[in-house]
């Protein structure tokens, strides 16, 4: 019917263009981040055991084994978290080995994306990492490391298949708005692990920093295209 396909045309021309200023603060807190990680001092056992960690799973994820049964698990009770955290209801879960559904009692775009950017795994261990003495946090941090390459690789691999999630709230908002959450979850897991690299204070600061230098060089552009369109 006419009445309801003018709203999703709306819709669609505000998610693109939500996208679109999403992808500058993007790309600006990705630089910002590139920077910091390479500040990683491995002689540190805490950044040592992360990094080492990430790498472990890489490694089995590459060239032996995908556990793709406990992929699909977190991500049916991310889902399902969220929705109970922004009050709603489970009304059914099922998970396989082929894939998994979750019937909730209400849902926006938030919820439906969550399992893209937020790791399950990694935020039940950062809590224990918090209340953990110095002795075990190297054991920890790993554990912290693996389950972050675990997510980033698995949701990577999971984006080869149509997912439904991200096309029902629309393809290029949603890996706009997914890979800024992951840059933003990213920051507050290193600020736990190797609080010397970066803080959530300090990436925040350095990316509005070189988003203002990025606006700076925007007008100056324009300014010097429209003087050379009068002459």
């Not at 679109?20 to 590139?34: D, F, K, N, Q, Y």
């Not at 698990?73 to 929705?83: D, K, S, Y």
């Not at 972050?148 to 096309?167: K, M, N, P």
């Amino acid at each position: 019917m006419p009445r309801s396909s003018s709203p999703r045309r709306n819709s669609s021309w505000v998610k693109y263009l939500a996208g679109g200023i999403l992808l500058v603060p993007a790309m600006a807190g990705s630089t910002v981040l590139a920077r910091h990680l390479l500040r990683f001092d491995l002689r540190d056992p805490a950044q040592a055991a992360f990094v080492v960690g990430a790498g472990v799973y890489l490694v089995m994820h590459l060239l032996l084994w995908k556990p793709i049964f406990m992929h699909v698990m977190g991500h049916e009770l991310t889902h399902a978290f969220w929705a109970v955290l922004l009050g709603g209801r489970i009304k059914s879960l099922q998970i396989s080995q082929a894939g998994g559904q979750v019937t909730l009692s209400k849902s926006n775009f938030f919820i439906a994306l969550a399992p893209y950017f937020f790791p399950l795994y990694t935020f039940l261990l950062l809590p224990i990492y918090f209340i953990s003495i110095p002795k075990y946090q190297p054991v920890l941090a790993f554990l912290i490391g693996f389950t972050l390459a675990f997510h980033v690789a698995l949701t990577l691999h999971s984006l080869r298949d149509r997912q439904s999630d991200l096309r029902e709230v629309g393809l290029f908002f949603s890996l706009i708005f997914v890979y800024s959450m992951n840059l933003c979850v990213l920051v507050v897991v290193v600020a736990v692990v190797a609080a010397p690299v970066i803080t959530p204070a300090v990436f925040i600061r350095e990316t509005w920093i070189s988003l203002a230098q990025i606006a700076a060089w925007a007008t100056e552009w324009l300014s010097a295209s429209g003087g050379t369109a009068r002459k």
